[in-house]
Nanobody, 123 residues
Framework: QVQLVESGGGLVQAGGSLRLSCTYSRDTSGNTFSSYDMGWFRQAPGKERELVATVTWDTITTSYADSAKGRFIISRDNSENTVDLQMNSLKPADTGVYYC????????????WGQGTQVTVPS
C-alpha cells in the first residue's frame, strides 16, 4: 500500500505564500515513487474536489488549473520521494483542504490519496 503524507498547510494572509509538501512513505506493491504521476487537488468548503496541478513521473510535463496558472508551481524530487506545491499570491478563493495524489503509470485516474492539509486565506 502507498502512503502519502502532506505537510505545510496553515493560515496565511491574502497575497502571501505557502509551500506544501507531500512525502511518499511506503509502497508494498514493489513500485517506487517514480512509478507514479503525481497531482495536487483541493476541496473548498461546500464544493467538489478539483484538480490544481499535476506532474508526470519523469518531471517532463506539468499542468495547472486556470485558477492556479501563474501563481502555483508544482515540482517533484524523485531522489527525495517528494512532490511540492509552491503557492504564491494567495487569495481567499484558494482556501480549502489540499490533497496529494498518486496515479500509477498506465492508469487513467488517481489511485492513492493523502489525508489532506488545510490551507486558509481569510478575507
Amino acid at each position: 500500500q502507498v502512503q502519502l503524507v502532506e505537510s505545510g498547510g496553515g493560515l496565511v494572509q491574502a497575497g502571501g505564500s505557502l509551500r506544501l509538501s507531500c512525502t511518499y512513505s511506503r509502497d508494498t506493491s514493489g513500485n517506487t515513487f517514480s512509478s507514479y504521476d503525481m497531482g495536487w487537488f483541493r476541496q473548498a468548503p461546500g464544493k467538489e474536489r478539483e484538480l490544481v496541478a499535476t506532474v508526470t513521473w519523469d518531471t517532463i510535463t506539468t499542468s495547472y488549473a486556470d485558477s492556479a496558472k501563474g501563481r502555483f508551481i508544482i515540482s517533484r524530487d524523485n531522489s527525495e520521494n517528494t512532490v511540492d506545491l509552491q503557492m504564491n499570491s494567495l487569495k481567499p478563493a484558494d482556501t480549502g483542504v489540499y490533497y496529494c495524489a498518486a496515479s500509477p503509470r498506465g492508469w487513467a485516474s488517481y489511485k492513492y490519496w493523502g489525508q489532506g492539509t488545510q490551507v486558509t486565506v481569510p478575507s
